[in-house]
C-alpha cells in the first residue's frame, strides 16, 4: 500500500507538471504607471497598468516611433495600406488618419491609399453574402476620404507574368538622405504658402469618385470557377494557405505598381508575426525569415513592404480598438473538413496562443529572437538565383542538394499521355519536374500539393516557360561557344 503523504505524492498522483494560478484579483483600482491621477483601465504586461488617455499616448507614440526609427517613407511619398478588415490593419489605419490630421503637432508627410481584397469566393461566402460585405466594407473605406481601391482575389489570374520579377530598385541617381528629404519637402510646403504643411498632395484626388457609391459588382462566374478549381486541386489545407498568401500579396503589388505607389503597408502584429516565424520555419523557409517576418521586405525591388504594426501585441490591438471604437471586418477562415489540425498555420496558432496563455513572454521571446536574424540568405544577384514564386535566393544549391533531392516527387510530363513528345521544349515546360529548379526548398515542397499545372495561375506558367527557354539558350550558347574554342 502506498503511504506517500499528500503533500509529496502518491503512485496514483498526476505527474503533470500544475498549470501556473493566477493571483487574485486585487479589489482596488491600480493606478496609471505615466500619470499616476487616473485608474488603470488595463494591464499590458505585469505593472505597465494604464489608464485610457495614457493608454492612447503610448499606442500613438509606438506607431510614430517605428516610423521615425526606421525612416523608409519619405516626404510626399505614395504609400498604399494593405487592409484585410482584421483588428491589426484597422487600428493600422485609425493610426494614419490621426497622424494626417490638422491637429496632430507633428503630422505624417505621406501620401496614403488603401486596398482591400474580397477573398469571399474561397473562404465559402455566397454571392450575396460577398455583397453584403463589399459593401460594408466600402462604408469604412469611404469614410476615410483616402483613395481606395477594391480588388479581388479572380483578378490574380488575369496578372501579367512580369509580377513575377522584381521591379527596377530606382534610378542610377543617388537618392537624398532622408533628412534631406524632409527639409526639402517642408521648403516645398511653405513656398506654397501652406504655412508648416496642412495638406499633402493627392488626397484631393480619390481614385474612386466622391458621390453614392455604386453597388459592388462581382468578377464573372467563369473566373470565380477558375478560381476554386485551382483552391480545389490542393491537396492539403497548407497549400491552400500558402496559395492564398501568395495570390494577394501579387494582386497588391501589381496594384501598387500600376497606381504608383512606392510602398506597401501591411498590418501583421507581433503575434501574428511570431506565429508566421514559427510557421515558415517548419513550411523549410528558414533561410528567408528575417524578409518574411522584418519591418521590411525589399525582395520586389521598386515596392517595399512595410510593417509598422508588428511591435504590438494582439491584446494591445484589441483593447484600442474596443476603447476608441475603431470598425472592424469579420473575415470567415478557408472552409476545411479537419477539425483538430486543419493546417500547419492553424495548428502553429493554437500551440502558441496556448503557451502564451500559461507563459505570457511566449511571444514576445519567439519575436525578439526573429530580430536577431539577417536577411542577407534571400538575397539573390540574378534571375537564375531567384525563386519563381516568392522572389528569394535559391537555397537548393551545392550540398544541400542531396538532401533536397529524396524529398522532391520528380513526375513525368503530364503531355506524355496526350502522345507529345516529352522531349520537345513546350513538354519539358509543361512538366511539375521542370518546376523544380526554379524553386525555393519551401516553395517546392508546396508546390508539390498544388495540383496539377492546368489548374496553375497562367501568370506562374507563363514566366516559368519564359525562364526554362531562357535557361535553355544560355546552355546552348554555351555549348556553342566551347566546342567553337576546341
Given at each position: 500500500?502506498?503511504?506517500?503523504a499528500?503533500?509529496?505524492?502518491?503512485?496514483?498522483e498526476?505527474?503533470?507538471?500544475?498549470?501556473?494560478?493566477?493571483g487574485?484579483?486585487?479589489r482596488h483600482?491600480?493606478?496609471?504607471?505615466?500619470?499616476?491621477?487616473?485608474?488603470a483601465?488595463?494591464?499590458?504586461?505585469v505593472?505597465?497598468?494604464?489608464?485610457?488617455?495614457?493608454?492612447?499616448?503610448?499606442f500613438?507614440h509606438?506607431?510614430?516611433?517605428?516610423?521615425?526609427k526606421?525612416r523608409v517613407?519619405?516626404?510626399g511619398?505614395?504609400?498604399?495600406l494593405?487592409?484585410?478588415g482584421?483588428?491589426?490593419?484597422s487600428a493600422m489605419?485609425?493610426q494614419?488618419?490621426?497622424?494626417l490630421s490638422r491637429?496632430?503637432?507633428?503630422r505624417?508627410r505621406f501620401?496614403p491609399?488603401?486596398?482591400?481584397?474580397?477573398e469571399g469566393a474561397v473562404?465559402?461566402q455566397?454571392?450575396?453574402q460577398?455583397?453584403?460585405s463589399?459593401a460594408?466594407?466600402?462604408t469604412?473605406?469611404r469614410a476615410?476620404g483616402?483613395?481606395y481601391?477594391?480588388?479581388?482575389?479572380?483578378?490574380?489570374?488575369?496578372?501579367?507574368?512580369?509580377?513575377?520579377?522584381p521591379?527596377p530598385?530606382?534610378s542610377?541617381?543617388p537618392?537624398?538622405?532622408y533628412?534631406e528629404?524632409v527639409?526639402?519637402?517642408i521648403?516645398?510646403?511653405?513656398?506654397?504658402?501652406?504655412n508648416?504643411?496642412?495638406?499633402?498632395?493627392?488626397?484631393?484626388?480619390p481614385?474612386?469618385?466622391?458621390?453614392?457609391?455604386p453597388?459592388?459588382?462581382?468578377?464573372?462566374?467563369?473566373r470565380?470557377?477558375?478560381l476554386?478549381?485551382?483552391f480545389?486541386?490542393?491537396?492539403?489545407p497548407?497549400?491552400?494557405?500558402?496559395l492564398?498568401?501568395m495570390?494577394?500579396?501579387?494582386?497588391?503589388?501589381?496594384t501598387?505598381?500600376?497606381?504608383g505607389?512606392?510602398?506597401?503597408m501591411?498590418?501583421e502584429s507581433c503575434?501574428?508575426?511570431a506565429?508566421?516565424?514559427?510557421?515558415?520555419l517548419?513550411l523549410?523557409r528558414g533561410?528567408?525569415?528575417?524578409?518574411?517576418t522584418?519591418?521590411l521586405?525589399d525582395?520586389?525591388?521598386?515596392?517595399?513592404?512595410?510593417?509598422?504594426?508588428r511591435?504590438y501585441?494582439?491584446k494591445?490591438?484589441a483593447?484600442?480598438?474596443?476603447?476608441f471604437?475603431v470598425?472592424?471586418?469579420?473575415?470567415?477562415?478557408?472552409?476545411?473538413k479537419?477539425?483538430?489540425?486543419?493546417s500547419?498555420?492553424r495548428?502553429?496558432?493554437?500551440?502558441l496562443?496556448?503557451?502564451q496563455?500559461?507563459?505570457?513572454?511566449t511571444?514576445s521571446?519567439?519575436y525578439?529572437?526573429?530580430?536577431?536574424?539577417?536577411p542577407?540568405?534571400?538575397?539573390?544577384?540574378?534571375?537564375?538565383?531567384?525563386c519563381?514564386?516568392?522572389?528569394?535566393?535559391l537555397d537548393?544549391?551545392?550540398?544541400?542538394e542531396?538532401?533536397?533531392?529524396?524529398?522532391?516527387?520528380?513526375?513525368?510530363?503530364e503531355?506524355e499521355?496526350?502522345?507529345?513528345?516529352q522531349?520537345?521544349?513546350a513538354?519539358g515546360?509543361?512538366s511539375?519536374?521542370?518546376?523544380?529548379?526554379?524553386?525555393?526548398y519551401?516553395?517546392?515542397?508546396?508546390?508539390?500539393?498544388?495540383?496539377?499545372?492546368?489548374?496553375?495561375?497562367?501568370?506562374?506558367?507563363?514566366?516559368a516557360?519564359r525562364?526554362i527557354?531562357r535557361?535553355?539558350?544560355e546552355?546552348?550558347?554555351?555549348?556553342?561557344?566551347?566546342?567553337?574554342?576546341s
Open positions: 500500500m502506498c503511504e506517500a499528500a503533500d509529496d505524492g502518491g503512485c496514483g498526476d505527474t503533470a507538471p500544475a498549470r501556473r494560478r493566477r487574485p484579483a486585487q483600482p491600480r493606478p496609471c504607471v505615466k500619470c499616476g491621477q487616473g485608474s483601465a488595463l494591464v499590458i504586461r505593472g505597465d497598468a494604464f489608464c485610457r488617455g495614457c493608454f492612447r499616448e503610448y500613438v509606438k506607431f510614430r516611433a517605428v516610423l521615425g526606421n517613407i519619405f516626404p511619398e505614395k504609400v498604399l494593405a487592409l484585410s482584421g483588428a491589426a490593419s489605419l485609425r494614419v488618419q490621426e497622424g491637429e496632430t503637432a507633428k505624417l501620401v491609399g488603401l486596398i482591400y481584397v474580397d473562404r465559402g455566397s454571392p450575396a460577398r455583397e453584403q463589399l460594408s466594407v466600402e469604412l473605406l476615410t483616402f483613395p481601391h477594391l480588388a479581388h482575389l479572380e483578378q490574380a489570374l488575369e496578372l501579367p507574368p512580369s509580377i513575377l520579377r521591379g530598385g530606382g542610377g541617381e537618392s537624398p538622405s533628412k528629404a527639409e526639402g519637402f521648403q516645398q510646403q511653405w513656398q506654397e504658402g501652406d508648416g504643411g496642412t495638406s499633402l498632395p493627392g488626397l484631393g484626388n481614385d474612386t469618385p466622391a458621390g453614392k457609391p453597388a459592388p459588382r462581382l468578377p464573372p462566374a467563369a470565380t470557377q477558375e476554386l478549381r485551382l480545389g486541386a490542393a491537396e492539403t497548407t497549400a491552400r494557405e500558402e492564398l498568401q495570390l494577394r500579396t501579387h494582386l497588391i503589388l501589381q501598387a505598381r500600376t497606381r505607389y512606392a510602398k506597401v501591411t498590418g503575434t501574428r508575426v506565429i508566421k516565424l514559427l510557421t515558415n517548419a523549410g533561410a528567408f525569415l528575417a524578409v518574411d522584418g519591418f521586405d525582395r520586389h525591388g521598386d515596392v517595399l513592404v512595410v510593417r509598422p504594426m511591435e501585441a494582439a494591445e490591438i483593447f484600442y480598438n474596443h476603447f471604437g470598425p472592424t471586418v469579420v473575415t470567415p477562415p478557408l472552409p476545411t479537419r477539425r483538430d489540425k486543419p500547419i498555420h495548428l502553429m496558432e493554437r500551440f496562443l496556448g503557451l496563455e500559461d507563459f505570457p513572454s511571444i521571446t519567439v525578439r529572437t526573429g530580430e536577431k536574424l539577417s542577407a540568405p534571400a538575397k539573390a544577384s540574378s534571375e537564375s538565383e531567384r519563381l514564386l516568392c522572389l528569394c535566393a537548393i544549391a551545392g550540398e544541400e542531396l538532401a533536397l533531392e529524396p524529398t522532391l516527387i520528380m513526375e513525368e510530363p503531355l499521355g496526350n502522345g507529345c513528345c522531349d520537345t521544349p513538354a515546360a509543361e511539375k519536374a521542370a518546376f523544380i529548379p526554379l524553386l525555393c519551401g516553395c517546392c515542397l508546396t508546390f508539390k500539393e498544388l495540383g496539377p499545372l492546368a489548374t496553375l495561375p497562367p501568370y506562374v506558367r507563363a514566366e516557360q525562364r527557354r535557361a535553355e539558350m546552355q546552348r550558347s554555351q555549348e556553342d561557344e566551347g566546342s567553337g574554342k
